[in-house]
């Protein structure tokens, strides 16, 4: 008889109609690795998918697509990785390095992350960072990779340059730590004063709150003395015309997020007048994650882990989600590692949210 496991699976696109379901273990093929679950971060496009607003609602659905876990089998012929090695998974198949696939290529995102087994091919593991724990590890291949790929892999961001970014999710608060490592400056944008001083708290060096200042745009053009930003990580989407006013001459806004409106508008003589690199973007290839676990392990980044939740309250993560949090929500499946804790010690309102009796709090 073959061995079973559990994961989770929404039979209608809503939060509420999550479940947990026992399903047959999977076994790995030829080029393929079993890979036992430790720990999975969820992303806004995890939510966007359960929710039917990414794609096809095909009448169920399998969340979770950022993890990290041990390999537990290997199949035929594989050589990349070994029995035990703690891994995390690239989010694109077939995306080694280059230019993207074409479309013809099976390039959809990683789904069904949140079991406790999944098989992936080989080609599509990287090596976790030696410094960090399973649930930390668990933050970068989609949230980390994208503000890698946006600043460094694309961006060329180097000293002494400036950096815009909008809010203070997974991705804008990664950018602001690589960003600060690279001594680039940062001037983070929201509309909560809190979560502000907490990005100051991570080494951002100016925050803009746009719900008291509407022209934000004046704001970081001030702070550069009329030069305006060399980079703008654009995550909420809609009109842009604030994020073109930002850039200097030739600057880049990179485009990540649809926060706000999955429309997206902008003059086209002030696009045409900064001489703007208006670039869309979403995660990376394999070789730039080794590229960033390497700098993760050298530079000791910590990711900004705001709450950790256990395997069996999977849909109060997204509810988390869903209402914001200021760094990354993940779902713990096995029980801490030993390594690094998972929480960012920068950031003591960080919350293991593993007992239930803890009480939830508005971010």
Not at 77 to 101: E, K, M, N, Q
């Amino acid at each position: 008889m073959r061995e079973m496991m559990e994961r989770w699976v929404a039979q209608r696109p809503t939060i509420e109609d999550m479940s947990i379901e026992r399903a047959v273990r999977p076994t790995a093929g030829p080029g393929e690795v079993l890979v036992r679950c430790s720990a999975v971060s969820l992303n806004y496009r995890d939510l966007a998918m359960l929710e039917g607003k990414f794609g096809a609602w095909t009448g169920h659905h399998y969340p979770g697509s950022e993890l990290a876990g041990e390999v537990v089998e290997l199949g035929a012929g594989v050589t990349r990785v070994g029995l035990g090695d703690r891994v995390i998974s690239v989010d694109i198949h077939h995306w080694i390095d280059g230019p993207a696939p074409e479309a013809h290529t099976n390039t959809t995102p990683l789904s069904g992350a949140l079991a406790e087994y999944v098989v992936l091919p080989e080609e599509q593991l990287v090596q976790a960072p030696k410094t960090l724990d399973l649930p930390s590890a668990s933050t970068l291949s989609v949230a980390g990779l994208t503000a890698w790929f946006a600043l460094v892999e694309l961006g060329k961001m180097r000293a002494g340059q400036t950096v815009v970014v909008h809010g203070t999710g997974g991705v804008s608060l990664f950018a602001i730590q690589f960003a600060v490592a690279q001594g680039a400056s940062v001037i983070v944008v929201s509309r909560s004063n809190d979560k502000l001083s907490k990005a100051r708290f991570l080494g951002a060096d100016h925050g803009i709150n746009r719900t008291e200042h509407e022209n934000w745009d004046a704001e970081v053009l001030a702070v550069t003395e009329g030069r305006g930003a060399d980079h703008v990580l654009e995550m909420a989407g809609g009109d842009i015309t604030r994020s073109l006013n930002a850039i200097r001459l030739g600057g880049r806004i990179s485009v990540i997020g649809l926060l706000d409106d999955a429309e997206l508008r902008a003059p086209l003589p002030l696009i045409m007048f900064k001489r703007a690199q208006l670039i869309g973007l979403g995660v990376g290839h394999r070789r730039a994650l080794e590229d960033m676990v390497s700098a993760v392990d050298q530079i000791k980044l910590t990711p900004v882990v705001e709450s950790v939740y256990p395997f069996a309250r999977a849909n109060e993560a997204f509810a988390h989600l869903k209402r914001g949090a200021f760094g990354k929500v993940v779902v713990r499946i096995l029980p801490p590692d030993g390594a690094r804790s998972s929480l960012n010690p920068a950031l003591p309102n960080a919350r293991d949210r593993s007992h239930s009796s803890y009480n939830d709090r508005t971010i």
